[in-house]
């Protein structure tokens, strides 16, 4: 409970990250609800955190988990805005759904995991579709590939999203960072 009650004066990255470490999900639903019904409400109100005409950035890549304070704020600080995480622990993971009705349960579940677009997978045509899909659905202004370092397969796939975006006219950027701290003024 105390990640809970911490969240309200914390950054939305902050809560995302924090969310997949509540067991109990009842109760991450209700701080998600809750924080979506807060943000909508400022929103409504006027109170905006991102200026009019922000550059709209979707990162891809590698789990952001560590790594999304330096390089979300980096974004942040001047002027973009993060509209879409298409990552191990962003929209990538959350986006198939279970076959409920089906009538082999563990074959529905295994599909669904087989459905999720990650690098590990060859070929990889359903990151590629869920990357186009994105970049229109949430008009994507440029793409930021996070590639931690000593995580190959998505080294090895950032050529394939290179071309893929690049071929879109959208601009697009590799980030090779790790867990420290260290590069943050370069990032």
């Known amino acids: 409970h105390w990640m809970v009650h911490s969240f309200p004066t914390r950054r939305s990255s902050d809560l995302l990250e924090g969310a997949g470490f509540i067991f109990d999900r009842q109760e991450t639903i209700d701080l ?88 590990v997978m060859t070929p990889n045509s359903r990151r590629m579709e869920m990357l186009t899909d994105l970049v229109n659905e949430y008009q994507v202004d440029g793409v930021i590939e996070v590639d931690l370092q000593a995580c190959t397969p998505y080294a090895v796939e950032s050529h394939s999203v290179r071309k893929l975006i690049g071929d879109s006219g959208i601009p697009y950027m590799v980030l090779e960072t790790d867990y420290g701290k260290a590069d943050s003024g370069q990032i």
């Open 32 to 119: 998600l609800a809750g924080f979506q019904e807060s943000a909508v409400e400022k929103y409504q109100s006027g109170l905006r955190p991102v200026r009019e005409g922000a550059k709209r950035i979707l990162m891809t890549g590698c789990p952001m988990g560590g790594v999304l304070d330096k390089t979300v704020k980096a974004v942040e600080d001047r002027g973009g805005v993060v509209v879409c995480f298409e990552n191990c622990t962003g929209i990538k993971a959350a986006a198939p759904r279970v076959d409920t009705d089906a009538d082999d349960i563990v074959r529905a579940v295994a599909a669904r995991y087989l459905e999720i677009g990650c690098s």
